[in-house]
Antibody, heavy 124, light 109 residues
């Protein structure tokens, strides 16, 4: 069974850092781009960041560029999101999502598997 | 990175058909045929329903169909069922990144 499990969320003060993890199983992690998508409770979806299968293409939403860093560890079958200089507006449920296509070089919005999300709350 | 524009809500009766629109610009769905649609039930993760404008992933009912004309993509659900009641989001490639619509709440009457 294909599964994505996020962890690392929690309550953090503005300006501080947090690292999210997404552990994957049930598919060949090496072959697929991965993404982070967030959702403020009761609001819409926002794409945050993506990384291609070979880490050749990495990109970020303008709202997080320069503060967040995405990475992947094939040995651990894990995706990460390092979040620095957190702001109140970063408060959201953060989903890890798998790209549908195998070994594509573009970060396309085709997310065929999603985790259940990990909640990040930025507040003093 | 402007969000795509969707109606906040649509409704339809059981068995009827509805269409949800998603309007973008020449920077996103007006140029690229990489439009996806997601269904999200309360408290659940989104589910991919349509990709590349009109393709259905395996397991998605053929009652769901997608299309695009110019800067507007559309999701049509035919033969509405109670379980179709959910939020629906469109998404498009926008040169380097993805952009979502604001979401449409579908109510099945």
């Amino acid at each position: 069974e294909v599964q994505l499990v996020e962890s690392g969320g929690g309550l953090v003060q503005p300006g501080r850092s947090l690292r999210l993890s997404c552990s994957v199983s049930g598919f060949n992690f090496d072959d697929y781009a991965m993404h982070w998508v967030r959702q403020v409770p009761g609001k819409g979806l926002e794409w945050v960041s993506g990384i291609t299968w070979n880490s050749g293409t990495i990109d970020y939403a303008d709202s997080v560029k320069g503060r967040f860093t995405v990475s992947r560890d094939t040995a651990k079958n894990s995706l990460y999101l390092q979040m620095n200089s957190l702001r109140a507006e970063d408060t959201a449920l953060y989903y890890c999502a798998k790209d549908m296509r195998v070994m594509w070089e573009l970060l396309l919005p085709v997310f065929d598997v999603w985790g259940q999300g990990t909640m990040v709350t930025v507040s003093s | 990175q402007s969000a795509l524009t969707q109606p906040a809500s649509v409704s339809g009766s059981l068995g009827q058909s509805i269409t949800i629109s998603c309007t973008g610009t020449s920077s996103d769905l007006g140029t690229y045929n990489y439009v996806s649609w997601y269904q999200q039930h309360p408290g659940k993760a989104p589910k991919l329903m349509i990709y590349d404008v009109s393709n259905r992933p395996s397991g998605v009912s053929n009652r769901f169909s997608g299309s695009k004309s110019g800067h507007t993509a559309s999701l049509t659900i035919s033969g509405l069922q109670a379980e179709d009641e959910a939020d629906y989001y469109c998404s498009s490639y926008a040169s380097r990144f993805s952009v979502f619509g604001g979401g449409t709440r579908l109510t099945v009457l």
